[in-house]
């Protein structure tokens, strides 16, 4: 019986936020990821991995307006900006893995290959996000520089809650990804499949059961556990910049939390220990998971994802 994995990589995967981002960072982050992300492999199971992009979506986004104010040209929307970070991002993973792979001998063996799929992730058009914006994107900023940002491009800022301000846009809840069966297909054959990138590109169904792209960011996580479920894996697994869920973080009275079963989360989650934008996500789509009928699911600092995965680090939501 194939063990099936699911592992999302938060945006720090790639950048922190105390760097700007150049080529060579990017590798740096993306050959770290990879040493672990091979070592789920060589422990039998099949990959399957997502990944953040709320600081290179929003990037790309500023990328646009600054070539709008130099030389005239037009801002592309935000769901054409969600599929260049998967391109973007896909092939740092892909090529890094693909080189861990072929350093353990692996390649052609136990993983056929490595594989990015552009996915699209189908969203309600009504969904009430729309009216109320919470996706961090992008770099951060002093608040004053924040503010001055959002009066000149009609932004909406709000302070991260792990530092700094940056701009917030929609993020409706996913409900499935078109290119699902495709991405099983490519699993089942031996592949490590990057699929959903940053969520998946947001795209709703019309009238004529036509796919629309919509301006929006989908949660990585919440989008993943979509993905986890609907190929049936074992494990889910959210890798971010925290070592663990912790009860009041933030407060001198701040708890970790190594397990936690569905009943406690949904308690604490209800009683606003997780915020939105940050941990809130991720608990959400650790319930979800779990009551989709996965083994278990974790959340882990992005170093710690192999002894997280042994029990030795992060926590764990099981049932109950």
Do not use: C
């Amino acid at each position: 019986m194939e063990k099936y994995i699911v592992v999302a990589v938060g945006g720090n995967a790639f950048q922190t936020k105390n760097e700007r981002g150049s080529p060579e960072s990017y590798w740096e982050h993306a050959r770290r990821s990879a040493d672990f992300l091979v070592r789920i492999v060589e422990d039998g199971y099949r990959v399957a991995i997502t990944h953040g992009n709320g600081p290179q979506v929003g990037i790309i986004a500023e990328w646009m307006l600054a070539g709008k104010s130099a030389k005239g040209l037009p801002v592309m929307t935000l769901d054409i900006a969600g599929a260049m970070s998967q391109g973007w991002l896909g092939y740092l993973l892909q090529q890094t893995i693909y080189n861990k792979l072929i350093e353990k001998g692996l390649l052609g063996k136990s993983v056929k290959g490595v594989i990015t799929v552009i996915t699209q992730t189908v969203v309600d058009r009504g969904d009430p996000a729309f009216m109320n914006p919470t996706k961090f994107i992008g770099p951060w900023y002093s608040e004053e520089e924040a503010k001055k940002l959002a009066k000149e491009h009609g932004w909406v800022v709000k302070p991260d809650p792990r530092g700094g301000w940056r701009r917030v846009v929609p993020s409706p809840n996913p409900t499935r990804q078109i290119e699902i069966d495709a991405i099983k297909k490519l699993l089942s054959e031996g592949y490590i499949v990057i699929a959903s990138g940053g969520g998946g590109i947001p795209v709703y169904v019309d009238e004529e059961g036509k796919l629309r792209g919509v301006e929006a960011v989908i949660d990585k996580d919440l989008a993943g556990e979509r993905l986890a479920s609907a190929i049936g894996a074992e494990i889910f697994m959210i890798l971010t910049d925290i070592d663990k869920v912790y009860l009041n973080y933030g407060t001198p009275r701040q708890k970790a939390i190594d397990v936690m079963t569905v009943s406690e989360a949904k308690k604490y989650y209800e009683e606003g220990h997780f915020k939105p934008g940050s941990m809130g996500p991720k608990v959400l789509a650790a319930i979800r998971f779990v009551e989709d009928g996965g083994k278990e699911a974790i959340i882990a600092h992005l170093f710690q994802a192999y002894e997280a995965l042994r029990g030795k680090a992060g926590t764990r939501i099981v049932p109950g």
